[in-house]
C-alpha cells in the first residue's frame, strides 16, 4: 500500500500524497445509544437475501427524489417539486465501479444519497445485496449503512475539527458496536491507516493539521474502518490539486482491488469516471441517458448528449485536437422544477425531430450488449441518416434553489449515530 508520510502539515506535504475523501461523524451520545441498541437488534434484514444479487450488489429500479418547493410564512403550502431524480433505473456489479457524470445540478447526488436514504426516495425500489433497502427502517437501516459508506468532496467540513483521527475512526466502530476490546481496535485503526497510507502518529492529531489530500485519506479510513461493501465517492477528487487527484484516484483502484470492493464515483470531470469505471453512466436533468462499458462510452457515445460532453474533452494530440468537431450546446440546463415535456434534452439537442422528441419521453434502451440510450434517434444519428442542425436557445427558468441537509449530518446518519429521519 503507498507508504506512510513521516511529516504531517496542513500544506508542504500535499503534493506528495494522496488521500480521499469521505465521511462519517458522530457525537458521543448517539454513538453510546447506538453501542448499546445495535446489540439487542436482529441483523436479519440486513443480511443478503436468498435470492440475492448474483454479481449484482446494487439494483436500482425506476428511483425517484422529488423535493417539494415549500411557500408561504403560515400555511406552508407545496406549490411545485423539484424532479433531482426521476426515474432511474441500473445496477452495479459487485467489485465494480460505476461512474456517474453530468452537468451540475442533474441529480447526481441526490441519486447518491437516496440508495443511502440520506434523502428519503418518492419512488421506485433499491436493492443491496438483495436487501430492499427502502422497506427497512430505525435499527435495520443504520446497521445496513455500516455496508454502504460515503465519501464527499470537501474532507474538512465532513470532518469534525473537535476530534482526533483516532476518535473519529474509533466513533464509527462504537456505533456499530465493533469496537469490542481496545488490543483489537489498535490493530484494526493501525491497519486501516496503512491501508490508507497515512502512519500511526496521525491518530493523535486534529483534522486542520493535514493537507487537503492526507484529509481525503482520513476520510477513506473512516469509510474502511467499518468495512463497508459499497463506497459512494461523490466528487472525491474534485477539491484536490490535479497531481493529487491521480494519486487518490490509485489509491481508490489498489483498496477495491484488495479488498473488493464496489464503487458508485460521482464527478462532474469525464477525465476521472473514465480512468476509474468499469461501466458508465451519464446523467441528464434527473434521469439516466446513457450507460455503456468505460472504453465503448468513450470511444462511440451515442446520446446527443453524451457526444456533446465528450466533444468538450481535450484531445492529447493537437492534430487530433484541431481537426475534431466540437457539439457546442446552446442554453442552460433547464430548471428540474420544471423539466421539459418529452425529451428532456430536446430543447438543446442539435438532433431533435418534431414532433416526437417534443411529445414522447424517450426510455433507455439497449442498443448492443451492456449499452443503453435514451434518445428516440439514436440508430438514426449514428448512422448519420439524422443531421445535427442549428438549435435556437429556449428561455428556461431559474433554477429553483432550496437547502440540502449539511454534510456533517449526513456524515452522522452514515457513521450511524442519528437515528435515521422519520423513524
Ligand atoms: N435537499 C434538497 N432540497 C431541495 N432541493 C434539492 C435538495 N438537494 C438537491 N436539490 C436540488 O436537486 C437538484 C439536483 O441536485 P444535486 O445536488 O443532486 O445535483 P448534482 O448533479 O449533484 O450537482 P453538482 O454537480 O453541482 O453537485 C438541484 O436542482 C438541487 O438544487
Ligand atoms: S430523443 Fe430527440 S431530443 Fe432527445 S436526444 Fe434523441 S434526438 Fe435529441
Ligand atoms: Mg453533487
Known sequence: MSSPEDTIGPSTTETAEAGPIKSNQVSEGDAAHAAASAEATSAEATEPAEEAAGDVLVRVEDLKVHFPIKRGILLDRTVGYVYAVDGVSLNIQRGTTYG??????????TLGRGLLRLVEPTGGEIFFDGIPVRHLKGEQLRRLRRRMQMVFQDPLSSLDPRQTVESILVEGLKAHNLARDSAQVGRKLRETLDAVGLPTGAL???????????????????????????IIADEPVSALDVSIQAQVLNLLEELQRERGLTYLVIAHDLAVVRHISDIVGVMYLGGLVEEAPSDQLYAEPLHPYTKALMSAVPVPDPVVEDQRERILLVGDLPSPANPP???????????????????????????????RVACHWA????????????????LVPAHETLAGPSVTQETAEIAGTLRPGGD
Open 100 to 109: 456517474l457524470v453530468g452537468e451540475s445540478g442533474c441529480g447526481k447526488s
Open 204 to 230: 493523535r492529531r486534529y483534522p486542520h493539521e493535514f493537507s487537503g489530500g492526507q484529509r481525503q485519506r482520513i476520510g477513506i479510513a473512516r469509510c474502511l474502518v467499518l468495512e463497508p461493501d459499497l
Open 341 to 371: 415535456a418529452g425529451c428532456r434534452f430536446h430543447t438543446r439537442c442539435p438532433w431533435r425531430q418534431e414532433t416526437r422528441c417534443h411529445e414522447e419521453r424517450p426510455a433507455l434502451r439497449e442498443l448492443s450488449p451492456g449499452h
Open 379 to 394: 440508430e438514426d444519428i449514428a448512422t448519420g441518416r439524422i443531421s445535427p442542425h442549428e438549435v435556437a436557445a429556449e
